[in-house]
């Protein structure tokens, strides 16, 4: 298999190989490309109609209404300019969302956003929670230039609607242009012409590939929002509504910080950052990776003052978990993976940054997240035994399951290796040694009593032994638990460069790439469900078997599938969160029935953008942060 490719990083040049491909915008000003449909007695628009600024708009009467179509999903405040409106009829309201009153300015007029447009209507695509409808906010009609007040403006959509409400009298009309909307992800560049230009490319002569890449790095974009701008949950107890107004505690307001969905979750995850941290080294390095060490920081202020554990979710919403979790009486914003993963992130950002300043000022917190996880440690197995409910979406949640102990070693190892690095005054030598020390017994339980040699794979857990899961076994190959077995088939090995001469790992990969389905990776730990977050990391597992046998096939076959299929069924430029392996609709099993609620732009999905950078091209990050090295040297 070959095909060439190049990897291009900060360039004096305008011109750029494959810039056809970028997705992202040179201006923050964007307009629509087309009319994608109208309803009830419209003027001045029909489907298909390409967008002219000049153009004026006529709705009369109840449910009439245009959606104009960006031609991809974008993100910002729109802007429209009234010339006329005349109203007689009901209020329309939803949800408290903001609502005039006929007989007093007027009656409003409806504004509704949508990612897919299966969700087109009259009220927009869910944000707030699977169970919570957005609603529509209404605006006023008066003659002028009117601009959605910024909580209003949406983070990811690509059709935005404009109606007349269902109480609308037949004489309500009004007549109004759109101007545009105004891009609002990465405030912190202020040069709105730089945008579209990345602190790396990828080009090949690969067109999917290009694709897959660019789309990556446009999911990216989008996640990276003011830290003022979040989603309220607020809403959640009131049952309707929405508005991106939450604010991340411990950042300034107006500062970037890396969500973790451009319409949906716009909210730091230690466990998300996984993916997003390498992907935006390799293309969106804007500030030293601001954006990361701001979800970092999300996620630290956070840290539970009674047991020393990181949080599932950083701030903002972390701050809702925490008040009305109590009140519910349970442990929702609690997460021994996520405790884990914020460990191993908070080490990664440092290496790959240099940030020691910021590694010394919070180091201790640290120390005390990973010095909690001992009491849960199995003395019969001696493994972790996890306690806490959430996880990133999938079933059977704690125990002694491979997902998490597998995160367990490698945060073991890496902050033992990490603590190294630092000065006497904020290490320990002791704390350390005794991380090694229980890292080897976890890796020693975990190949005793997980393996399954008849399948070649991990078990989920010690007592459902029939499940192998996606998310323990990549994190196996990745995190270095794979000890060599005498019953695994051996695969040819070639080009052995990384001490990787175990049969064992090709064969835990082999046996997870022959459940590739025509829509991806299945992950049998989320029955029904392909998680882009967890193939993001299957994808580096793949290419990490391919240096022992010296086939990157199987690695590229699932990057094409899954990702390839990511864009025709669901975005022309973004990657969604995640979506049925039975038949490729757009459903996951952890919402429910709520397919409007599935984000399409998700930053951990982009887990293509550095493999290919990293695999394909060869363009590695610091060493010791990636996770192909030998975890025991």
Avoid at 218 to 247: F, K, M, P
Wanted: aromatic share 12%; charged share 15%; proline share 6%.
């Amino acid at each position: 298999m070959h095909f060439t490719v190049a990897a291009l990083f900060p360039l004096l040049s305008a011109a750029v190989p494959g810039e056809e491909y970028i997705l992202s915008p040179t201006s923050r000003i964007i307009e629509p490309v087309s009319i994608w449909q109208t309803s009830g007695k419209v003027t001045g628009a029909v489907p298909g109609q390409t967008y002219r600024a000049a153009d004026v708009y006529s709705l009369s009467g109840p449910n009439a209404s245009i959606t104009l179509d960006f031609g991809r999903e974008t993100a910002g405040i729109p802007h429209l300019h009234f010339r006329r409106s005349a109203c007689k009829g009901d209020v329309c309201q939803t949800y408290g969302l903001p609502s005039l009153e006929c007989n007093s300015s007027c009656q409003g007029l409806g504004v509704s956003y949508s990612e897919s447009a299966a969700f087109i209507g009259p009220e927009s695509d869910w944000s707030t929670y699977f169970t919570v409808p957005d609603g529509a906010v209404y605006i006023p009609m008066r003659p002028g230039n009117f601009s959605m007040p910024r909580k209003w403006g949406r983070g990811g959509f690509r059709y935005l609607t404009f109606s007349l409400g269902p109480k609308a009298d037949g004489s309500t009309s009004v007549e109004f242009q759109f101007q545009h909307v105004y891009f609002t992800p990465q405030p912190n560049i202020k040069d709105d012409s730089k945008l579209g230009e990345y602190t790396g490319y990828f080009w090949s002569d690969d067109v999917l590939l290009n694709r897959i890449w660019h789309a990556g790095v446009y999911t990216l974009q989008l996640c990276q929002i003011r830290a003022d701008s979040l989603v309220n949950h607020n809403y959640t107890v009131t049952g309707g509504g929405w508005a991106e107004d939450a604010v991340v505690r411990g950042v300034d307001p107006k500062d970037v910080v890396m969500g973790e969905g451009a319409k949906r979750d716009r909210n730091p995850w230690p466990a998300d950052m996984s993916v997003s941290l390498r992907s935006a080294l390799v293309s969106q390095n804007y500030d030293n990776l601001r954006a990361l060490k701001n979800l970092l920081i999300a996620v630290m202020v956070l840290q539970d003052p009674v047991s020393g554990y990181f949080p599932y979710a950083g701030s903002p919403f972390g701050d809702f978990f925490a008040e009305y979790g109590d009140l519910a009486g349970f442990e929702a914003w609690s997460s021994d993976t996520y405790n884990l993963w914020a460990i191993i992130n908070f080490i990664d950002y440092v290496l790959i940054t240099d940030d020691f300043p910021f590694a010394h000022q919070r180091w201790a917190q640290v120390v005390r997240a990973l010095e909690a996880t001992y009491q849960y440690i199995d003395p019969a197995t001696g493994l972790f035994n996890g306690t806490k409910p959430s996880d990133w979406g999938r079933d059977g949640v704690g125990g002694t399951n491979a997902a998490l102990n597998a995160l367990y070693h490698h945060a073991l190892t890496r902050a033992a290796h990490f603590s190294t690095l630092l000065s006497n005054s904020t290490n320990t030598t002791a704390a350390p040694r005794r991380w090694l020390a229980t890292a080897a017994r976890v890796k020693a339980a975990f190949n005793t009593h997980l393996w399954d040699a008849a399948a070649s794979l991990y078990r989920d857990n010690t007592t459902t032994t029939s499940l192998h899961p996606q998310d323990g076994n990549a994190f196996a190959i990745l995190f270095d638990l794979v000890d060599p077995d005498p019953d695994a088939t051996a695969i040819p090995t070639t080009n052995d460069t990384n001490n990787n001469n175990n049969p064992t790992i090709p064969a835990i990969a082999a046996a997870l790439s022959s459940r590739l389905t025509p829509y991806g990776a299945p992950a049998p730990e989320l029955p029904g469900a392909v998680s882009p977050f967890v193939s993001s990391h299957e994808l580096l597992a793949q290419f990490k078997a391919s240096e022992t046998h010296g086939d990157a096939a199987p690695a590229l076959r699932l990057l094409r599938t899954q990702w390839g299929y990511m864009l025709r069924a669901f975005s022309n430029a973004t990657l969604v969160e995640g979506y049925s392996s039975v038949d490729g609709s757009l459903a996951y099993g952890f919402y429910g029935d709520a397919p409007r609620f599935i984000s399409h732009a998700h930053a951990f999905a982009t887990g293509p953008v550095y493999a290919l950078m990293a695999e394909v091209v060869g363009v590695r990050a610091v060493r010791g942060v990636d996770v192909d090295e030998d975890e025991d040297g």
